[in-house]
């Protein structure tokens, strides 16, 4: 049976697509580097159009797809 608790599951992928994008345009502006690694994420916030919100909905998103994740399960 189908029930409620299902709906999880598509909630699980707009999360997983969600994350892969916010990722890849995160990963656009972010250096690994030890000596830059902060400065480019203040870069991300501040200068980057809507980088911020990007960044949350990235943090916010890792969140919500395991709270689906253990729901769907």
């Known amino acids: 049976n189908i ?3 299902w709906n999880f599951g598509s909630l699980l992928g707009i999360c997983l697509i969600l994350q ?11 250096t690994s580097d030890t000596t830059t ?4 994420v203040t870069h991300i ?4 159009n809507y980088g ?3 960044r949350y909905m ?3 998103g890792a969140s919500m797809f395991f709270i689906c ?5």
């Not at 994740?69 to 399960?73: E, N």
Request: glycine content about 4%; hydrophobic content about 55%.
């Open 37 to 40: 690694a902060f400065s480019s």
């Open 20 to 30: 892969i994008l916010t990722g890849l345009f995160l990963a656009m502006h972010y």
């Open 45 to 48: 916030c501040r200068d980057v």
């Open 52 to 54: 911020w919100i990007i």
């Open 58 to 60: 990235h943090a916010n």
């Open 3 to 5: 029930s409620s608790w």
């Open 69 to 73: 994740l253990y729901m769907h399960v």
